[in-house]
Protein backbone atom coordinates (compact mmCIF):
# COMPACT_ATOMS: atom_id res chain seq x y z
CA UNK A 1 0.00 0.00 0.00
CA UNK A 2 4.20 0.54 -3.03
CA UNK A 3 4.60 3.23 -6.07
CA UNK A 4 3.81 5.10 -9.45
CA UNK A 5 1.61 6.38 -6.19
CA UNK A 6 -0.26 3.43 -6.14
CA UNK A 7 -0.34 5.64 -3.13
CA UNK A 8 -2.40 4.47 -0.85
CA UNK A 9 -4.48 4.80 -3.61
CA UNK A 10 -4.84 1.52 -4.15
CA UNK A 11 -4.38 1.78 -0.29
CA UNK A 12 -4.83 -1.36 -0.79
CA UNK A 13 -5.64 1.33 -1.50
CA UNK A 14 -8.53 2.38 -0.13
CA UNK A 15 -10.87 0.05 1.07
CA UNK A 16 -9.21 -2.68 -0.72
CA UNK A 17 -6.33 -2.04 0.83
CA UNK A 18 -4.81 -3.92 4.01
CA UNK A 19 -4.64 -0.39 6.06
CA UNK A 20 -6.07 -1.58 9.88
CA UNK A 21 -9.49 0.08 9.63
CA UNK A 22 -10.02 2.98 7.97
CA UNK A 23 -12.88 4.73 9.69
CA UNK A 24 -12.77 2.95 12.83
CA UNK A 25 -11.93 5.25 16.08
CA UNK A 26 -14.02 8.23 16.99
CA UNK A 27 -12.26 11.42 18.39
CA UNK A 28 -10.70 11.55 21.50
CA UNK A 29 -13.11 13.93 23.01
CA UNK A 30 -10.37 16.69 22.40
CA UNK A 31 -11.80 20.03 21.51
CA UNK A 32 -9.46 20.21 18.53
CA UNK A 33 -9.90 17.04 17.28
CA UNK A 34 -13.89 17.64 16.67
CA UNK A 35 -12.97 20.55 15.14
CA UNK A 36 -10.74 18.50 12.54
CA UNK A 37 -12.60 15.96 12.18
CA UNK A 38 -15.16 18.45 11.40
CA UNK A 39 -12.97 19.67 8.92
CA UNK A 40 -12.87 16.17 7.20
CA UNK A 41 -16.24 16.09 6.62
CA UNK A 42 -15.87 19.42 4.37
CA UNK A 43 -16.93 21.93 6.73
CA UNK A 44 -14.23 25.23 7.75
CA UNK A 45 -12.65 25.60 10.60
CA UNK A 46 -11.58 28.98 12.03
CA UNK A 47 -8.26 30.42 10.39
CA UNK A 48 -6.42 29.48 13.67
CA UNK A 49 -3.77 32.27 12.75
CA UNK A 50 -6.08 34.93 12.19
CA UNK A 51 -7.11 33.64 16.13
CA UNK A 52 -3.72 34.10 17.25
CA UNK A 53 -3.10 37.48 15.30
CA UNK A 54 -0.24 35.78 13.58
CA UNK A 55 -0.24 37.11 9.92
CA UNK A 56 0.29 34.05 7.55
CA UNK A 57 3.11 34.68 5.16
CA UNK A 58 4.02 31.56 3.53
CA UNK A 59 7.50 32.47 2.61
CA UNK A 60 8.50 33.75 5.99
CA UNK A 61 11.99 32.77 7.55
CA UNK A 62 12.56 30.72 10.45
CA UNK A 63 13.16 33.10 13.29
CA UNK A 64 17.14 33.49 14.08
CA UNK A 65 18.63 31.88 17.21
CA UNK A 66 15.76 29.40 17.93
CA UNK A 67 16.34 26.28 20.09
CA UNK A 68 14.17 24.86 17.15
CA UNK A 69 13.69 26.26 13.56
CA UNK A 70 10.33 28.45 14.01
CA UNK A 71 9.27 30.80 11.44
CA UNK A 72 8.57 34.31 12.20
CA UNK A 73 5.50 34.13 10.81
CA UNK A 74 2.88 31.40 10.43
CA UNK A 75 3.18 29.03 7.16
CA UNK A 76 0.38 26.88 6.03
CA UNK A 77 0.63 23.33 4.99
CA UNK A 78 -1.85 21.38 3.37
CA UNK A 79 -2.21 17.20 4.41
CA UNK A 80 -4.39 15.24 2.55
CA UNK A 81 -4.68 11.51 4.74
CA UNK A 82 -7.12 8.67 5.32
CA UNK A 83 -6.11 7.76 8.17
CA UNK A 84 -7.22 10.32 10.47
CA UNK A 85 -10.23 8.48 11.99
CA UNK A 86 -7.26 5.44 13.54
CA UNK A 87 -4.66 8.05 13.99
CA UNK A 88 -6.27 11.24 15.88
CA UNK A 89 -4.17 11.32 19.21
CA UNK A 90 -1.05 11.38 16.88
CA UNK A 91 -1.77 13.24 14.49
CA UNK A 92 -3.43 16.07 16.69
CA UNK A 93 -0.32 15.52 18.79
CA UNK A 94 1.76 16.45 15.15
CA UNK A 95 -0.01 19.08 14.07
CA UNK A 96 -0.11 21.02 17.65
CA UNK A 97 3.39 20.64 18.07
CA UNK A 98 4.25 22.13 14.27
CA UNK A 99 2.28 24.97 15.07
CA UNK A 100 3.74 25.35 18.20
CA UNK A 101 7.11 24.66 17.63
CA UNK A 102 7.97 25.82 14.44
CA UNK A 103 4.67 28.10 13.52
CA UNK A 104 3.48 25.70 10.94
CA UNK A 105 -0.05 25.45 10.83
CA UNK A 106 -1.43 22.13 8.98
CA UNK A 107 -4.56 22.04 7.62
CA UNK A 108 -5.82 18.43 7.74
CA UNK A 109 -8.01 16.99 4.41
CA UNK A 110 -8.98 13.63 5.71
CA UNK A 111 -10.80 11.79 2.86
CA UNK A 112 -11.76 8.00 4.71
CA UNK A 113 -11.88 4.76 2.76
CA UNK A 114 -13.23 5.11 -1.16
CA UNK A 115 -13.65 8.90 -0.91
CA UNK A 116 -9.91 9.35 -0.79
CA UNK A 117 -9.22 7.54 -4.47
CA UNK A 118 -11.68 10.03 -6.07
CA UNK A 119 -10.77 12.89 -3.98
CA UNK A 120 -6.92 11.83 -5.07
CA UNK A 121 -7.70 11.39 -8.19
CA UNK A 122 -9.37 15.03 -8.69
CA UNK A 123 -6.98 17.60 -6.86
CA UNK A 124 -4.17 15.54 -9.04
CA UNK A 125 -6.02 15.75 -12.29
CA UNK A 126 -6.67 19.99 -10.86
CA UNK A 127 -2.83 19.86 -9.91
CA UNK A 128 -3.88 20.90 -6.90
CA UNK A 129 -1.89 18.25 -4.90
CA UNK A 130 -1.35 19.16 -1.32
CA UNK A 131 1.70 19.76 0.96
CA UNK A 132 2.12 16.35 2.08
CA UNK A 133 -0.10 13.76 1.07
CA UNK A 134 -0.43 10.41 2.51
CA UNK A 135 0.32 7.37 0.45
CA UNK A 136 0.42 3.60 0.49
CA UNK A 137 2.70 3.20 -1.59
CA UNK A 138 4.64 4.41 -4.85
CA UNK A 139 5.98 3.25 -8.28
CA UNK A 140 7.05 4.96 -11.12
CA UNK A 141 3.59 4.17 -13.19
CA UNK A 142 0.72 5.21 -11.86
CA UNK A 143 -1.81 6.29 -14.95
CA UNK A 144 -5.07 6.79 -15.55
CA UNK A 145 -6.88 9.23 -18.28
CA UNK A 146 -6.93 11.93 -15.75
CA UNK A 147 -4.01 11.61 -13.95
CA UNK A 148 -0.16 10.74 -14.12
CA UNK A 149 2.28 10.71 -11.25
CA UNK A 150 5.82 11.61 -12.45
CA UNK A 151 8.93 10.37 -10.56
CA UNK A 152 9.34 14.40 -9.86
CA UNK A 153 5.49 14.71 -8.18
CA UNK A 154 6.88 13.96 -5.18
CA UNK A 155 10.94 15.39 -3.13
CA UNK A 156 13.59 12.73 -2.27
CA UNK A 157 12.74 12.54 1.61
CA UNK A 158 16.69 10.73 2.08
CA UNK A 159 18.36 13.53 3.60
CA UNK A 160 16.19 14.14 6.56
CA UNK A 161 18.01 13.67 10.09
CA UNK A 162 14.86 11.34 11.03
CA UNK A 163 15.18 9.22 8.18
CA UNK A 164 18.17 7.61 9.28
CA UNK A 165 16.77 6.26 12.49
CA UNK A 166 14.81 3.76 9.97
CA UNK A 167 15.95 0.57 8.81
CA UNK A 168 18.16 0.97 5.44
CA UNK A 169 17.58 -2.34 4.50
CA UNK A 170 13.80 -1.44 4.33
CA UNK A 171 14.50 1.73 2.44
CA UNK A 172 16.30 0.93 -0.01
CA UNK A 173 13.60 -1.69 -1.41
CA UNK A 174 11.20 1.48 -1.85
CA UNK A 175 13.88 4.00 -3.87
CA UNK A 176 12.91 4.75 -7.41
CA UNK A 177 16.02 5.32 -9.31
CA UNK A 178 17.99 5.52 -5.73
CA UNK A 179 15.53 8.42 -4.41
CA UNK A 180 13.16 7.72 -1.12
CA UNK A 181 9.85 9.47 -1.42
CA UNK A 182 8.24 7.96 1.88
CA UNK A 183 9.51 6.49 4.75
CA UNK A 184 7.36 3.72 6.11
CA UNK A 185 7.17 4.51 9.97
CA UNK A 186 5.54 0.99 10.59
CA UNK A 187 6.40 -2.76 10.05
CA UNK A 188 3.63 -5.21 9.62
CA UNK A 189 2.82 -8.93 8.58
CA UNK A 190 -0.02 -11.04 7.98
CA UNK A 191 -0.64 -14.53 9.84
CA UNK A 192 -2.58 -15.86 12.37
CA UNK A 193 -4.18 -14.30 15.51
CA UNK A 194 -5.33 -16.84 18.00
CA UNK A 195 -7.45 -16.73 21.28
CA UNK A 196 -5.05 -18.56 24.27
CA UNK A 197 -7.35 -19.34 26.17
CA UNK A 198 -9.56 -21.49 23.54
CA UNK A 199 -6.27 -23.25 22.47
CA UNK A 200 -5.68 -24.24 26.06
CA UNK A 201 -9.18 -25.14 26.91
CA UNK A 202 -8.40 -27.84 23.98
CA UNK A 203 -5.47 -29.08 24.16
CA UNK A 204 -4.28 -27.15 21.48
CA UNK A 205 -0.23 -26.13 21.20
CA UNK A 206 0.92 -23.61 18.29
CA UNK A 207 1.32 -25.40 14.71
CA UNK A 208 4.68 -25.87 12.70
CA UNK A 209 3.47 -26.82 9.78
CA UNK A 210 0.49 -27.42 7.16
CA UNK A 211 -0.36 -31.25 8.54
CA UNK A 212 -0.36 -29.56 12.21
CA UNK A 213 -2.30 -26.61 11.02
CA UNK A 214 -5.34 -28.98 9.56
CA UNK A 215 -5.41 -30.54 12.47
CA UNK A 216 -5.56 -27.83 14.70
CA UNK A 217 -8.69 -26.48 12.48
CA UNK A 218 -10.38 -30.30 12.65
CA UNK A 219 -10.19 -30.57 16.26
CA UNK A 220 -11.43 -27.44 17.15
CA UNK A 221 -14.44 -28.13 14.34
CA UNK A 222 -15.38 -31.80 16.29
CA UNK A 223 -15.04 -29.73 19.45
CA UNK A 224 -17.90 -26.85 18.04
CA UNK A 225 -15.86 -24.16 18.20
CA UNK A 226 -15.21 -22.80 14.47
CA UNK A 227 -11.60 -23.05 13.51
CA UNK A 228 -11.44 -19.78 11.68
CA UNK A 229 -13.16 -16.16 11.66
CA UNK A 230 -14.41 -14.95 8.34
CA UNK A 231 -14.04 -11.12 7.03
CA UNK A 232 -15.23 -11.07 3.87
CA UNK A 233 -17.74 -8.86 3.61
CA UNK A 234 -15.06 -6.58 3.41
CA UNK A 235 -13.45 -7.66 0.49
CA UNK A 236 -9.96 -6.49 1.25
CA UNK A 237 -9.77 -9.26 3.96
CA UNK A 238 -10.14 -11.69 0.56
CA UNK A 239 -6.84 -11.04 0.13
CA UNK A 240 -4.69 -11.78 2.97
CA UNK A 241 -4.81 -15.75 2.75
CA UNK A 242 -3.66 -15.58 -0.79
CA UNK A 243 -1.32 -13.17 0.03
CA UNK A 244 0.41 -15.71 2.37
CA UNK A 245 -0.32 -18.50 0.53
CA UNK A 246 1.23 -16.78 -2.53
CA UNK A 247 4.93 -16.62 -0.61
CA UNK A 248 4.28 -20.84 -0.22
CA UNK A 249 2.88 -21.86 -2.72
CA UNK A 250 4.72 -19.58 -6.00
CA UNK A 251 7.56 -17.31 -4.59
CA UNK A 252 9.15 -20.22 -2.76
CA UNK A 253 10.12 -21.85 -5.87
CA UNK A 254 10.76 -18.49 -8.15
CA UNK A 255 11.42 -15.80 -5.78
CA UNK A 256 11.55 -13.60 -9.37
CA UNK A 257 8.00 -14.37 -10.30
CA UNK A 258 6.14 -11.05 -9.29
CA UNK A 259 8.79 -9.07 -11.44
CA UNK A 260 8.15 -11.34 -14.23
CA UNK A 261 4.41 -11.21 -14.11
CA UNK A 262 4.91 -7.42 -14.52
CA UNK A 263 7.35 -5.00 -13.94
CA UNK A 264 6.52 -1.73 -13.13
CA UNK A 265 10.00 -0.37 -13.82
CA UNK A 266 9.68 -1.60 -17.22
CA UNK A 267 6.56 -1.89 -18.38
CA UNK A 268 6.80 -5.58 -19.07
CA UNK A 269 5.66 -9.03 -18.43
CA UNK A 270 7.78 -12.58 -19.29
CA UNK A 271 5.47 -14.47 -17.28
CA UNK A 272 1.63 -15.29 -17.70
CA UNK A 273 -0.63 -15.95 -14.63
CA UNK A 274 -2.42 -18.99 -16.16
CA UNK A 275 1.39 -20.27 -16.63
CA UNK A 276 2.12 -20.63 -12.91
CA UNK A 277 0.29 -23.96 -12.09
CA UNK A 278 -0.60 -25.58 -9.34
CA UNK A 279 1.12 -23.17 -7.07
CA UNK A 280 -1.17 -20.45 -8.15
CA UNK A 281 -4.64 -23.22 -7.94
CA UNK A 282 -3.61 -23.77 -4.74
CA UNK A 283 -3.12 -20.27 -3.47
CA UNK A 284 -6.54 -18.97 -4.83
CA UNK A 285 -8.31 -21.99 -4.03
CA UNK A 286 -7.38 -22.21 -0.36
CA UNK A 287 -9.56 -19.98 1.08
CA UNK A 288 -12.77 -21.50 -0.89
CA UNK A 289 -11.55 -25.05 0.64
CA UNK A 290 -11.93 -24.04 4.21
CA UNK A 291 -14.87 -23.15 3.57
CA UNK A 292 -16.15 -25.58 1.92
CA UNK A 293 -14.35 -27.75 5.09
CA UNK A 294 -16.43 -25.75 7.14
CA UNK A 295 -13.45 -24.36 9.04
CA UNK A 296 -15.02 -20.52 8.77
CA UNK A 297 -17.34 -19.31 11.20
CA UNK A 298 -21.28 -18.79 9.98
CA UNK A 299 -21.50 -16.85 6.98
CA UNK A 300 -17.91 -15.54 6.46
CA UNK A 301 -18.86 -13.81 3.30
CA UNK A 302 -21.27 -12.01 5.29
CA UNK A 303 -19.28 -10.99 8.09
CA UNK A 304 -16.85 -8.12 8.28
CA UNK A 305 -13.40 -7.55 10.13
CA UNK A 306 -14.78 -6.22 13.35
CA UNK A 307 -17.21 -8.71 13.69
CA UNK A 308 -14.23 -11.26 13.09
CA UNK A 309 -11.69 -9.67 15.53
CA UNK A 310 -15.27 -9.71 18.06
CA UNK A 311 -15.65 -13.56 17.30
CA UNK A 312 -11.85 -13.79 18.29
CA UNK A 313 -11.76 -12.17 21.07
CA UNK A 314 -14.41 -14.04 22.97
CA UNK A 315 -13.62 -17.05 21.74
CA UNK A 316 -16.22 -17.65 19.00
CA UNK A 317 -13.91 -18.80 16.83
CA UNK A 318 -10.29 -19.39 17.61
CA UNK A 319 -8.44 -17.92 15.11
CA UNK A 320 -8.28 -15.24 12.78
CA UNK A 321 -6.00 -14.74 9.72
CA UNK A 322 -5.10 -11.31 9.43
CA UNK A 323 -2.98 -8.30 9.94
CA UNK A 324 -1.44 -7.99 13.01
CA UNK A 325 -2.51 -4.37 12.76
CA UNK A 326 -6.18 -5.79 13.88
CA UNK A 327 -4.80 -6.30 17.51
CA UNK A 328 -5.68 -3.50 18.63
CA UNK A 329 -9.35 -3.91 17.39
CA UNK A 330 -9.26 -7.48 18.88
CA UNK A 331 -8.05 -6.47 22.29
CA UNK A 332 -10.49 -3.75 22.64
CA UNK A 333 -13.14 -6.80 22.72
CA UNK A 334 -11.31 -8.71 24.77
CA UNK A 335 -11.80 -8.97 28.80
CA UNK A 336 -8.37 -9.32 28.80
CA UNK A 337 -6.14 -8.20 25.60
CA UNK A 338 -3.52 -10.47 26.62
CA UNK A 339 -5.34 -13.65 25.69
CA UNK A 340 -4.86 -12.62 21.90
CA UNK A 341 -1.38 -14.17 20.19
CA UNK A 342 0.13 -14.50 17.21
CA UNK A 343 1.78 -16.95 15.08
CA UNK A 344 2.88 -17.50 11.06
CA UNK A 345 0.18 -19.20 9.01
CA UNK A 346 1.81 -22.52 8.52
CA UNK A 347 1.36 -23.36 4.91
CA UNK A 348 5.01 -25.17 4.85
CA UNK A 349 5.54 -28.75 4.58
CA UNK A 350 6.78 -30.92 7.18
CA UNK A 351 11.04 -29.68 7.45
CA UNK A 352 10.26 -27.17 4.53
CA UNK A 353 10.85 -23.61 5.80
CA UNK A 354 8.14 -21.48 7.35
CA UNK A 355 7.65 -18.32 5.42
CA UNK A 356 6.35 -15.23 7.07
CA UNK A 357 5.09 -12.14 4.67
CA UNK A 358 6.76 -8.79 6.11
CA UNK A 359 5.08 -5.53 4.76
CA UNK A 360 6.58 -2.20 5.35
CA UNK A 361 4.69 0.62 3.63
CA UNK A 362 2.49 4.29 4.02
CA UNK A 363 3.61 7.49 4.87
CA UNK A 364 3.63 10.87 3.62
CA UNK A 365 5.14 12.38 0.60
CA UNK A 366 6.02 16.29 0.02
CA UNK A 367 4.48 17.49 -3.06
CA UNK A 368 7.55 18.65 -4.54
CA UNK A 369 5.21 21.74 -6.38
CA UNK A 370 4.90 22.63 -2.85
CA UNK A 371 5.83 26.85 -2.60
CA UNK A 372 7.37 26.03 1.25
CA UNK A 373 9.23 23.00 1.13
CA UNK A 374 11.28 24.01 3.54
CA UNK A 375 8.57 23.82 5.93
CA UNK A 376 6.78 20.49 4.57
CA UNK A 377 10.85 18.94 5.28
CA UNK A 378 10.34 20.10 8.98
CA UNK A 379 7.32 18.92 9.78
CA UNK A 380 7.41 15.32 8.05
CA UNK A 381 10.91 15.34 9.82
CA UNK A 382 9.21 15.55 13.30
CA UNK A 383 6.33 13.52 12.60
CA UNK A 384 9.12 10.55 11.98
CA UNK A 385 10.35 11.56 15.10
CA UNK A 386 10.14 8.83 18.05
CA UNK A 387 8.08 11.45 19.90
CA UNK A 388 5.54 11.11 17.27
CA UNK A 389 6.05 7.77 16.17
CA UNK A 390 5.12 6.12 19.59
CA UNK A 391 1.72 7.68 19.48
CA UNK A 392 1.27 6.15 16.06
CA UNK A 393 2.54 2.75 17.02
CA UNK A 394 -0.08 2.58 19.90
CA UNK A 395 -2.81 3.29 17.67
CA UNK A 396 -2.42 1.30 14.82
CA UNK A 397 -0.84 -1.56 16.46
CA UNK A 398 2.13 -1.82 13.96
CA UNK A 399 5.84 -2.64 14.85
CA UNK A 400 7.95 0.42 15.21
CA UNK A 401 10.56 0.66 12.47
CA UNK A 402 12.23 3.60 14.38
CA UNK A 403 15.20 2.34 15.64
CA UNK A 404 14.15 4.41 19.04
CA UNK A 405 11.57 2.53 19.78
CA UNK A 406 11.03 -1.02 20.86
CA UNK A 407 7.91 -3.41 21.19
CA UNK A 408 6.33 -2.38 24.42
CA UNK A 409 3.58 -4.96 24.56
CA UNK A 410 3.41 -9.13 24.17
CA UNK A 411 1.41 -9.35 21.45
CA UNK A 412 4.31 -7.36 19.10
CA UNK A 413 7.13 -9.06 21.04
CA UNK A 414 5.45 -12.60 19.91
CA UNK A 415 5.55 -11.02 16.29
CA UNK A 416 8.90 -9.99 16.09
CA UNK A 417 9.95 -13.51 17.85
CA UNK A 418 7.79 -15.25 14.93
CA UNK A 419 9.67 -12.69 12.70
CA UNK A 420 13.05 -13.96 13.93
CA UNK A 421 11.91 -17.81 14.35
CA UNK A 422 11.16 -17.94 10.31
CA UNK A 423 12.05 -16.08 6.82
CA UNK A 424 10.45 -12.84 6.89
CA UNK A 425 9.88 -12.30 3.41
CA UNK A 426 9.33 -8.49 1.85
CA UNK A 427 9.07 -9.46 -1.67
CA UNK A 428 5.72 -11.18 -1.71
CA UNK A 429 2.09 -11.22 -3.22
CA UNK A 430 1.60 -7.73 -1.06
CA UNK A 431 4.54 -5.99 -0.76
CA UNK A 432 5.40 -6.88 -4.77
CA UNK A 433 1.70 -5.82 -5.99
CA UNK A 434 2.23 -3.01 -3.75
CA UNK A 435 5.11 -1.75 -5.41
CA UNK A 436 3.15 -1.91 -9.19
CA UNK A 437 4.45 -5.82 -9.62
CA UNK A 438 1.93 -8.61 -11.21
CA UNK A 439 -0.76 -6.26 -11.58
CA UNK A 440 -0.52 -2.53 -13.50
CA UNK A 441 -2.85 -0.24 -11.17
CA UNK A 442 -3.90 1.50 -14.35
CA UNK A 443 -5.46 -1.68 -15.66
CA UNK A 444 -9.16 -2.74 -15.22
CA UNK A 445 -8.69 -5.41 -12.72
CA UNK A 446 -10.27 -5.57 -9.17
CA UNK A 447 -7.96 -7.48 -6.99
CA UNK A 448 -9.61 -7.52 -3.62
CA UNK A 449 -13.29 -8.11 -5.18
CA UNK A 450 -11.72 -10.94 -7.89
CA UNK A 451 -10.15 -12.53 -4.64
CA UNK A 452 -13.42 -12.09 -2.61
CA UNK A 453 -15.60 -13.37 -5.80
CA UNK A 454 -13.23 -16.52 -5.78
CA UNK A 455 -14.02 -16.83 -1.83
CA UNK A 456 -17.77 -16.98 -2.62
CA UNK A 457 -17.62 -19.22 -5.25
CA UNK A 458 -18.27 -16.93 -8.24
CA UNK A 459 -15.32 -17.65 -9.88
CA UNK A 460 -12.32 -19.85 -10.29
CA UNK A 461 -8.45 -19.13 -10.23
CA UNK A 462 -8.46 -20.17 -13.76
CA UNK A 463 -11.14 -17.20 -14.16
CA UNK A 464 -8.43 -15.44 -12.31
CA UNK A 465 -5.75 -15.88 -14.24
CA UNK A 466 -7.47 -15.28 -17.21
CA UNK A 467 -8.98 -12.01 -16.44
CA UNK A 468 -5.02 -10.76 -14.22
CA UNK A 469 -3.36 -11.48 -17.71
CA UNK A 470 -6.09 -10.33 -20.10
CA UNK A 471 -5.70 -7.05 -17.55
CA UNK A 472 -1.92 -7.32 -17.88
CA UNK A 473 -2.45 -7.02 -21.76
CA UNK A 474 -4.21 -3.78 -21.49
CA UNK A 475 -0.85 -1.99 -20.38
CA UNK A 476 2.65 -3.91 -20.25
CA UNK A 477 4.65 -5.25 -23.59
CA UNK A 478 4.07 -8.93 -23.12
CA UNK A 479 7.32 -10.46 -24.16
Known sequence: MRRKLLSTILCMALTAGLLSGCGGKGADGNADSADRAAESAGETKEDSAAESGKDTDTQAAPAEGAGEQKFEKTVT????????ADRTASTDKWIDDCLERFNIKIELQNAPGDDYFTTFKAKMAADELPDLVGVHSITPRYETASTQIKEDTFIDVSDLENTGKYPQEILDTLKINGKLFYVPTTQNTMGVLYNKAVFEENGISVPGNYEEFVNVMETLK????PPLAGSFADAWTA???PFIAFDSYVLRNDPDVARKLYDVETNESTLRWSDLGEGIDKTLGLTKEWIDAGYFSNDPIGTDANTACQLLATGKAAMFITGCWEYSVAAQAAEDPSVIGFFPLPLNEPGEELILPVTASEGICINSASENLEAAKIALNYYLSEEIQELVIAEVGGLPLNSQLKAT???SQEVIDSMGSCRADMNGFYSRSAAGYMLP????FNRPDELASLAGGYSTPEEFCQRADAAVA??????
Open 239 to 241: QII
Open 441 to 444: KASS
Open 409 to 411: DQF
Open 222 to 225: GAGT
Open 474 to 479: EIADIK
Open 77 to 84: LSYLTWTY
